[in-house]
Each structure stands twice: as structure tokens, then as C-alpha cells.
């Protein structure tokens, strides 16, 4: 299966913040209080409901706040040996984040010696509709060249793995703690990985080294404080 597997696979899409940078970098919680946002309301679909006069303030205070996170940004774990190798395999590289162009750019600076170049495609909300929508999933895959079935999505939150399920792609959840950033009723991910270098084992060795695909039962209701994961 892993051969299989392997020969299937032609492109891998990441999420930016949390996956390939160090997660913590932005203070959800804080901008939404800046905001006036619902906690139980992701922010950019916050502000899509806001009158435009009231949005475009909000916009500009979010587009401070994701500045100020990307001139904080590290690399995560194992995230330079994992693209190398990725790259070793011919493997088509793509970033599909929520964050703006311009603050991804801003990112990068901290990330050397990973570049925006080591990405054929690039996708941030001012290019589609934000994840969880599959938008981001489908265009990744239309400028790559082969279906969304031949790539694999991988994210740190639910919203990555709804994407790529939406779009018909591979998802692979980049958690320690699948239960606090899933939900009942979530499409499962195909697969749950502790750090990045596990997914080049998915990769070489197909289902089995994943490290498990999780069940509904395994996701318990969320109560209490929204998840520090909350996204943008």
C-alpha cells in the first residue's frame, strides 16, 4: 500500500500558521476582543457580516495583529528537513493559509533558509475563499496539475481538514490533542501526526505509519473556553 500510496500522491498543501511556523504566534482572543467578536465566531467570518465602514476598521486592526505575529514567526519542528525531503521526491509544494499575502511575506522573513520559493502555489485569503471553504483546495490543485485526490492537506486545525475533505484531498491533522480542535460531527482526517517528519512516513509507507486515523468517538463536545487554536 505504501508504493501505492507513494505513486498517488503528487503534491502536499500545507497551512501556514501552526504547521509550518510554531504555533502561539497570534493572540486570538486578544484581537477578538479588539474586535467585538463573538468567541464562538471564527474572525474573518465575523467581519464578513460587519457593515463595510465597521469591516474595513475591523480588517485593518486584524491585517496589525497578523503584522505584528509574522515579525514574531518561527520555523515549527523539523519543518526544513521535511520539505527537503518532500522537494527529494518531486513532490509539489503549496501553501493554503488564511492569513493575508502581505503577512505571510512578512513571515517569511524569520523562516530563512525556507523561502516562498520552495512553494509552486501560494493561496491566502486574498486569492479564495477561506478555509474551511474548499476553494483554496481546488485552485491549489487546478495550478499544480492533477486532481485534489493525488494531494494531501495538511493543517493544525479543523478547518484544514474540512477543506481538503470538501475538495476530495488527503488531510493530515497536525496535532498532539486531536480533541481540542475537532469537533462531533467533523470530518475525520484521513491522517493525525504529532510533528511534521511523521508525514514523510506516511508518505514512504502509506496507512500504516500513520500515526491512526481517529474516530468520532475519540472527538468528545467542546465545553468551556473556545480552543486557543481558534483561527483567524
Not at 28 to 43: G, L, N, S
Not at 44 to 56: A, H, K, Q
Not at 123 to 141: F, M, N, Q, S, W
Not at 170 to 190: H, R, Y
Request: proline residues 8%.
Amino acid at each position: 500500500m505504501g508504493e501505492t500510496m507513494s505513486m498517488a500522491i503528487r503534491g502536499v498543501l500545507f497551512d501556514f500558521d501552526g504547521t509550518l511556523t510554531r504555533p502561539g504566534a497570534l493572540d486570538f482572543r486578544a484581537i477578538k476582543e479588539e474586535i467585538r467578536c463573538p468567541a464562538d465566531i471564527p474572525i474573518l467570518e465575523y467581519l464578513e457580516g460587519l457593515p463595510e465602514g465597521e469591516r474595513r476598521i475591523f480588517s485593518d486592526v486584524l491585517e496589525r495583529w497578523e503584522q505584528e505575529a509574522a515579525l514574531r514567526s518561527l520555523p515549527n519542528a523539523g519543518v526544513q528537513e521535511c520539505l527537503l525531503q518532500l522537494k527529494a521526491k518531486a513532490l509539489s509544494l503549496g501553501i493554503l493559509t488564511r492569513n493575508s499575502a502581505r503577512s505571510l511575506r512578512l513571515a517569511f522573513g524569520n523562516l530563512r533558509p525556507i523561502s516562498l520559493q520552495d512553494f509552486s502555489v501560494v493561496i491566502t485569503r486574498d486569492d479564495a475563499r477561506p478555509k474551511p471553504h474548499p476553494e483554496g483546495v481546488l485552485k491549489a490543485a487546478e495550478a499544480m496539475g492533477f486532481p485534489p485526490h493525488q494531494m494531501l492537506m495538511v493543517g493544525d486545525f479543523r478547518f484544514d481538514v474540512m477543506a481538503g475533505a470538501r475538495a476530495g484531498a488527503l488531510s493530515v491533522l497536525l496535532s498532539a490533542q486531536p480533541s481540542e480542535v475537532m469537533q462531533p460531527g467533523d470530518p475525520e482526517p484521513d491522517y493525525v501526526i504529532g510533528e511534521l517528519r511523521e508525514l514523510l512516513k506516511i508518505l514512504q509507507d502509506g496507512a500504516a505509519s500513520g500515526r491512526r486515523r481517529i474516530s468520532s468517538r475519540e472527538v468528545p463536545a467542546l465545553t468551556g473556553s473556545p480552543s486557543l487554536h481558534s483561527p483567524v
